[in-house]
């Protein structure tokens, strides 16, 4: 499946309400909404000129909506690709395997600290902007690496 418009993404994005990822603890449960949501806010706490970087990591986790076939990661890299651009869903896809990429590593690391960290990690609503202008910047350029 590839994304074609800033509305699918949301749709999907809103579509990981409710569904659990990995166990955080004993009894604790991780939605995958709300790891997307702290996953992206801790990048932007730590990069906040890196809009790319931040974007990957809230959309790293729709892989597992999207069906059968390669893994998750190659999945969801695939399907944001021709909407948020090659650099994202490379990220997206480095951030699934232990590579030297400092940027995939960080992605990695805020991904993981988002299975415990309780902080408030705003709502969807507040990336829509950010998702609609790297979509319209990678129509102009044509999503070329």
């Given at each position: 499946?590839?994304l ?39 990048l932007?706490?730590r ?7 931040q974007?990957?990591g809230l ?49 990695r ?6 299975l ?10 507040d ?5 609609g ?12 690496d």
């Amino acid at each position: 499946m590839e994304l074609r418009s800033v509305e699918e993404l949301m749709d999907l994005l809103y579509a990981c309400r409710g569904v659990a990822l990995a166990p955080a603890g004993p009894g604790r449960r991780v939605d995958a909404h709300e790891h997307a949501l702290r996953t992206a806010a801790l990048l932007r706490r730590r990069r906040p000129a890196d809009k790319e970087l931040q974007v990957a990591g809230l959309v790293q986790g729709i892989g597992q909506l999207l069906g059968p076939g390669t893994g998750p990661a190659e999945r969801a890299a695939d399907a944001v690709r021709p909407l948020l651009g090659a650099r994202v869903a490379r990220l997206v896809r480095a951030a699934a395997a232990d590579g030297p990429d400092e940027d995939a590593a960080a992605l990695r690391q805020a991904a993981e600290e988002a299975l415990t960290d309780g902080s408030d990690a705003g709502v969807l609503e507040d990336w829509r902007t950010l998702l609609g202008l790297l979509a319209a910047r990678d129509s102009r350029l044509g999503a070329v690496d």
